[in-house]
């Protein structure tokens, strides 16, 4: 299905899903926190982590009290994933046009918001841990302001770092 939505004009080539979106199976998750950014709507909201950085536009993670004792061992300097709810986002689209693309790309071949389960993904660098105050300031982020937090996993040079292409 194409054309129209309640989220707006789709654009050409865009095949949103073709029946009722889904009842939600619980898969138990909670919000642990929220990030804090400078970004208060999508027009301003930068596209990935790379154009983050390139702002300048320092960030945090806010912590909620019951999670805080988890974030023992957490130093400033090092990186880590943060994977979020984006709240924001639509979820019924199988079919994208990213504006930058020549043609009409699946969303699974796409790292954009849009999908049906829309978690997203960000490599941060720690800048300061305050675990009593549950605070993570961030090198940079490329979520909106208030966006749910879902969890914080360490990056792992020994077992993040994809292999070397065969010679």
């Given at each position: 299905?194409?054309?129209?939505?309640?989220?707006?004009?789709?654009?050409?080539?865009?095949?949103?899903l073709?029946?009722?979106?889904?009842?939600?199976?619980?898969?138990?998750?909670?919000?642990?926190?929220?990030?804090?950014s400078?970004?208060?709507?999508?027009?301003?909201?930068?596209?990935?982590m790379?154009?983050?950085?390139?702002?300048?536009?320092?960030?945090?993670?806010?912590?909620?009290?019951?999670?805080?004792?988890?974030?023992?061992?957490?130093?400033?300097?090092?990186?880590?994933?943060?994977?979020?709810?984006?709240?924001?986002?639509?979820?019924?689209?199988?079919?994208?046009?990213?504006?930058?693309?020549e043609?009409?790309?699946?969303?699974?071949?796409?790292?954009?918001?849009?999908?049906?389960?829309?978690?997203?993904?960000?490599?941060?660098?720690?800048?300061?841990?305050?675990?009593?105050?549950?605070?993570?300031?961030?090198?940079?982020?490329?979520?909106?302001?208030?966006?749910?937090?879902?969890?914080?996993?360490?990056?792992?040079?020994?077992?993040?770092?994809?292999?070397?292409?065969?010679?």
């Open positions: 299905m194409s054309g129209d939505t309640e989220h707006g004009a789709a654009r050409a080539g865009e095949i949103a073709d029946a009722p979106f889904p009842e939600a199976d619980d898969a138990g998750l909670v919000f642990i926190g929220r990030i804090r400078s970004h208060a709507d999508r027009s301003t909201c930068p596209k990935n790379a154009r983050a950085r390139e702002g300048g536009a320092p960030a945090r993670a806010e912590v909620f009290a019951p999670w805080r004792p988890a974030l023992a061992g957490l130093a400033p300097g090092r990186f880590v994933f943060l994977l979020t709810f984006l709240h924001a986002a639509r979820r019924d689209l199988l079919v994208q046009m990213p504006r930058h693309a043609r009409p790309t699946g969303t699974f071949a796409l790292r954009s918001p849009v999908r049906p389960n829309p978690i997203g993904l960000h490599l941060v660098r720690l800048m300061g841990v305050d675990e009593e105050r549950g605070i993570l300031e961030l090198d940079a982020i490329d979520v909106l302001d208030e966006t749910p937090l879902l969890d914080i996993k360490p990056w792992f040079d020994t077992v993040d770092r994809p292999p070397e292409e065969p010679a």
